[in-house]
Each structure stands twice: as C-alpha cells, then as structure tokens.
C-alpha cells in the first residue's frame, strides 16, 4: 500500500490542524495506521495509531489530551487532529501502515510509510 501524507503547514501556537493520510487502495481497512514525527536534529518519535476499524487507538502520553485520530475506510483516509499546538510539536509527520493490525508505537512495526508533512508551530 502506498501512503499520502497531507495537511501540514504553519500555524501559531494555540491553533489547530488536521492531517489526512490516503492509501492507495481500497484495503486500507486491512491496515492499522499509525502518525510518527520527527523534529529537526531527533529520533522519529511515536504520535498516535488507530486499529482496522477504528474502534481502538493509541496515543504517546504527552499528545493524548491535545490529538485525535481517526479514520474513513470508505475514503482510504485516516486523519491526525491536533489542536493546541505548541512550538515543540514543529517536525515533519508521517503515517505508516502496519498489516498485522497492531497499534503499537514501535517504528519498526511498521510496513509501508508515507512520505511526511511538515508541520510548523510558530510561537
């Protein structure tokens, strides 16, 4: 499966975007989907993931309260709602796919990746 990544940009600190990452094929339902990010000069770190069906997520501890994801089978698209945004989540963000359906937060569960959106929080 391949990955879009899309919705990034620039935004003040407080403010709020929405990220979509669109599969390629309609099987996306087979895939649990998962946000990474990676900031300038640090690891790729976990955000978020959400099961095939979208009736489980999970979430690094510091974004639970701020983020949401969630997911639209029939568009191929699963989304990353952030809101409150601060300076420190400025990184470039990536969806990946993972066909055993776990939502772990292990980079390397991970199968297929999309090719990231830059996401900048001015302060």
């Known amino acids: 499966v391949q990955l879009q990544a899309s919705g990034g940009g620039l935004v003040q600190a407080g403010g709020s975007l929405r990220l979509s990452c669109v599969a390629s094929?309609?099987?996306?339902?087979?895939?649990?989907v998962a946000w990474f990010r990676q900031a300038p000069g640090k690891e790729r770190e976990f955000v978020a993931a959400?099961?095939?069906?979208?009736?489980?997520?999970n979430f690094a501890d510091s974004m639970k309260a701020r983020f949401t994801i969630s997911r639209d089978n029939a568009r191929n698209t699963v989304y990353l709602q952030m809101n409150s945004l601060k300076s420190e989540d400025t990184a470039v963000y990536f969806c990946?796919?993972?066909?055993?359906?776990?939502?772990?937060?292990?980079?390397?569960?991970?199968?297929?990746w999309g090719q990231g959106t830059q996401v900048t929080v001015s302060s």
């Open positions: 959400i099961s095939r069906n979208g009736r489980s997520a």
């Open positions: 094929e309609s099987t996306v339902s087979r895939y649990a």
């Open positions: 990946a796919a993972d066909n055993r359906g776990s939502t772990t937060g292990r980079i390397y569960d991970y199968d297929y």
